[in-house]
Antibody, heavy 116, light 110 residues
């Protein structure tokens, strides 16, 4: 069964940092682009970033450029999102997803709350 | 990177058909056939319904269909059922090698 499991969410103060992880199983992780998507509580979806199979290409939504860094470890079948200089407006559920020009499957999400 | 435009809500009676529009630009929806649709029930992760404008993944009901004309894509739900009550989002690949989602549509089954 193809599965993605996010972890690392939590409460962080404005200006702080957090690293999210996504553990993949049930497919050959190293063969796929991967993406992060977030959803503000009660609101819509926003694509955040993606990364090529070998990590050589990365793309970001403008609102996180310079603050968030996507990375992966194919040996560990894991995807990461390092989030620095966090702001209140970054509060959201973060999902990882396999990226094939469409996103499937999605993990269950991990909640990041930025508040003092 | 403005969100694609969807109606905030659409409703229909059981067994009716409804359509949800998704309007973008010539840099996203109009540029590629990489439009996808997702269904999200409350407190659940989104689920892929349609990819590449009109393709259905294995296991998705054939009551869901997709189309595109110019900068606007559409999702049609035929034979509306109570379980179809959910939020629906479109998404498109963009000329900036990124993705953009729609604003989301809440479907109500009357």
């Amino acid at each position: 069964e193809v599965q993605l499991v996010e972890s690392g969410g939590g409460l962080v103060q404005p200006g702080g940092s957090l690293r999210l992880s996504c553990a993949a199983s049930g497919f050959t992780f190293s063969r796929y682009w991967m993406s992060w998507v977030r959803q503000t509580p009660g609101k819509g979806l926003e694509w955040v970033a993606n990364i090529k199979q070998d990590g050589s290409e990365k793309y970001y939504v403008d609102s996180v450029k310079g603050r968030f860094t996507i990375s992966r470890d194919n040996a560990k079948n894991s995807l990461y999102l390092q989030m620095n200089s966090l702001r209140a407006e970054d509060t959201a559920v973060f999902y990882c997803a396999r990226d094939l020009y469409w996103l499937d499957p999605w993990g269950q999400g991990t909640l990041v709350t930025v508040s003092s | 990177q403005s969100a694609l435009t969807q109606p905030a809500s659409v409703s229909g009676s059981p067994r009716q058909s409804i359509a949800i529009s998704c309007t973008g630009t010539s840099s996203d929806v109009g540029a590629y056939d990489y439009v996808s649709w997702y269904q999200q029930h409350p407190d659940k992760a989104p689920k892929l319904l349609i990819y590449d404008v009109n393709k259905r993944p294995s296991g998705v009901s054939n009551r869901f269909s997709g189309s595109k004309s110019g900068n606007t894509a559409s999702l049609t739900i035929s034979g509306l059922q109570a379980e179809d009550e959910a939020d629906y989002y479109c998404s498109s690949y963009t000329s900036s090698n990124t993705y953009v989602f729609g604003t989301g549509t809440k479907v109500a089954v009357l």
